[in-house]
């Protein structure tokens, strides 16, 4: 029998998958470290760089991620080693002065900087504009090998420290907080001191003792594609590309590397977050770990000693985090001070799709460690979920919401007052489904379908005829294999349904059946477009006028449409607006198919909303945010037959369901509320 441990990792794969091709992003890297560091559970999943083929092409597990100015934490880790241990007679109190008396010389040198600390510059109290205004950031792009030297490295941080003297101060020092590049000073600092370069420090007093042998600084994939490459976002061609310019050797010898090109894998940064939980720290003393994780440096600042983002700093009850974007990677991480618990996640990508992908898996990870017992303590199949979202099945005030469970069972909820009160969930038994789900039902309620992947990889379904009391089925329809859920349109009387997936060549495939499922045609794709996504469809309720909808390879949301029940679509598919997307798009019409509006999740985590009165010849020229929600899940939307009243339903952060409204045409919403206590992780 599998242990917890081996569930759980099992588990983090299976979640990084789905977020990887949820939101579109080229890799993932997770780690979850509980019970005081005695747990570590780590992986990473995904591709090294974009538009690569091969097996060389997958992410191994000792890859290397950039951590932007997560970087910043392991600079003021590496400071407080070097003060517990006395190296360079270095001591949070250490003014720029004590370590360079000759500053006083430097025509322009503004004077209020000679007594800021280490510990001030760590914590952004300093007083410094976030760019020194007299270095340039990228002149590494021109440098060649003769300029890669140590020496060079350690004269660049030290140029940077000039050049950042010279800048007028914002305020007096400790009076207020400004995020800057105070690490890199730190850093200079040490070498002046040490004569050892910040890298060969690092990995001397905080890598190698962690045993985190698989981190580094600058370059991840030294060679042409033997670790991850970092991936720019292009908004006005909307790809994302491999980026050129942290592939340069220089890249590795940047002067900035204190504040944003560390790197390390998922398991070294385990490995990290283990020394900054466990009851008996092996690299530092207790005591001086409370004081990076505490100390307040400055009443104005949020962070503490070590480089930490706290929110309550002071406090051994806080939660410590820092993020990192270096607008090709983006990764986060934070430890819960109070429960002994840590968590980061990685990305190979700008932070338009990475920022999504790496909260998601930050929400996966609280779960894991909230409901670690239920998850993984008994032995239950945990099936991969392809683009997970919940399905709703809406008629008149009776509405119900199917979800999938982590054991691949489909759960509903019911409600016949609008959504005023849910009944008590009930679970379908027979049946394993891999992905989202789709719903729909008769415009009296009595026919009721709702339909997902099973582990096949084909559509199966099940119905109701009496109003979801008693259900039929499972039952597969054709042999279609598919990358996805589908989405599915049901006719006012039940008998006509429209069904819609992609296929394994990301194409979009339509079936229909004419008798209620007892029957279907044929799959055939709907012309050629590819997608990352699952479906959506809506149509009229005679189902002549269908309309379809799927995220394309540029994150927009493209659509065709048929005016002959489904049984032709037009030869080429249209983008709706500019806007890019993390997530499918769910989908609802009024009954003579006019009025249509689609929702899908931005790259803020929340719902956009879009709309046409005139069966999609015009949208609306800019897409409207549903507010006050981030949401983990594509969405499923319903309306009633004018296409006025919305109600639309997703995956909140703690992964139950919630939902929100709108009477007015997606004009104002309600407000999300959850139907609830189920979680669909």
């Not at 950042?164 to 101060?169: E, G, R």
């Not at 200079?188 to 905080?206: I, P, R, S």
């Not at 891999?434 to 709702?450: E, I, K, N, P």
Request: glycine share 12%.
């Amino acid at each position: 029998m599998p242990t917890p441990l081996t569930r759980a990792k099992q588990f983090l794969e299976q979640k990084l998958r789905e977020t990887i091709a949820e939101c579109g992003v080229p890799a993932l890297a997770a780690v979850l470290v509980r019970n005081q560091g005695q747990t570590i559970v780590a992986s990473q999943q995904g591709v090294r760089k974009v538009g690569a083929t091969g097996a060389q092409n997958k992410i191994q597990q000792s890859d290397k991620f950039n951590l932007g100015s997560v970087s910043k934490v392991f600079t003021g880790n590496l400071m407080g080693k070097l003060i517990q241990d006395g190296v360079g007679n270095l001591q949070w109190n250490t003014k720029l002065i004590d370590v360079y008396p000759e500053i006083d010389n430097i025509p322009g040198m503004q004077g209020v900087y000679e007594n800021v600390t280490i510990e001030q510059f760590l914590a952004h109290t300093s007083g410094m504009p976030i760019q020194p205004a007299g270095d340039n950031a990228n002149a590494y792009l021109s440098w060649t090998a003769v300029d890669l030297t140590k020496q060079k490295l350690k004269q660049r941080r030290r140029q940077y420290m000039t050049a950042a003297i010279l800048d007028s101060p914002l305020y007096q020092p400790g009076q207020g907080a400004e995020y800057s590049g105070g690490g890199v000073i730190c850093a200079a600092m040490a070498e002046q001191k040490t004569g050892e370069t910040y890298e060969d420090l690092m990995q001397e007093h905080v890598y190698g003792p962690l045993g985190m042998t698989n981190s580094g600084f600058g370059e991840l994939s030294p060679g042409a594609l033997d670790g991850p490459w970092q991936h720019g976002w292009d908004s006005e061609n909307l790809t994302v590309n491999p980026d050129n310019n942290t592939k340069k050797d220089a890249w590795t010898w940047h002067p900035r590397n204190p504040v944003g090109a560390a790197c390390c894998s998922a398991a070294d940064m385990g490995k990290f977050l283990r020394e900054q939980v466990r009851p008996d720290p092996q690299v530092f003393d207790a005591a001086v770990r409370q004081t990076m994780q505490t100390h307040q440096v400055a009443a104005a600042s949020g962070f503490v000693r070590g480089a930490w983002s706290s929110n309550a700093p002071g406090s051994d009850q806080a939660n410590i985090a820092h993020n990192g974007d270096n607008g090709v990677s983006y990764a986060n991480m934070e430890v819960s001070l109070s429960q002994k618990v840590g968590y980061a996640a990685m990305s190979n990508v700008n932070n338009a799709f990475g920022s999504p992908a790496v909260y998601e898996m930050h929400e996966v990870m609280r779960i894991m460690h909230t409901c670690w017992d239920k998850l993984f303590a008994v032995d239950t199949a945990l099936w991969e979920c392809a683009h997970p979202m919940p399905a709703v099945a809406l008629a008149g005030r009776k509405t119900i919401v199917f979800a999938r469970n982590h054991n691949g069972e489909v759960v509903r909820r019911r409600t016949t007052n609008g959504g005023v009160s849910w009944q008590a969930a009930g679970a379908f038994p027979g049946a394993v489904l891999t992905s989202g789900l789709a719903a729909d039902a008769s415009s009296d309620g009595q026919r009721v379908y709702v339909f997902g992947r099973g582990t096949d990889n084909r559509i199966w379904f099940a119905f109701s005829t009496d109003g979801g009391t008693n259900w039929q089925g499972w039952n597969p329809i054709g042999a279609g294999i598919f990358q996805t859920g589908p989405a599915v349109a049901v006719s006012s009387s039940g008998g006509l349904i429209h069904l819609v997936g992609i296929g394994t060549d990301r194409k979009m495939y339509r079936t229909r059946s004419l008798d209620s499922g007892q029957t279907w045609i044929d799959w055939e794709p709907i012309g050629q477009g590819v997608f990352t996504s699952a479906p959506a469809i809506a149509a009229s309720s005679d189902g002549k006028i269908v309309h379809v909808f799927g995220r394309g390879g540029d994150y927009r949301i493209w659509r065709n449409v048929s005016v002959h029940s489904g049984s032709s679509f037009g030869a080429h598919w249209k983008p709706i607006g500019q806007g890019v997307f993390t997530t499918g798009p769910g989908a609802a019409a009024s009954s003579n198919g006019a009025k249509v509006h689609v929702v899908a999740r931005g790259t803020d985590r929340a719902l956009w909303h879009n709309m046409t009165s005139n069966s999609g010849t015009n949208w609306a020229a800019h897409w409207k945010v549903v507010p006050s929600g981030t949401l983990t899940s594509a969405p499923a939307l319903a309306t009633t037959s004018d296409g006025s009243d919305l109600s639309v339903f997703a995956f909140g952060g703690n992964f139950k369901i919630y939902r929100n409204h709108s009477s007015d045409s997606g004009q104002s919403w309600a407000g999300w509320g959850n139907i609830g206590p189920d979680f669909f992780l």
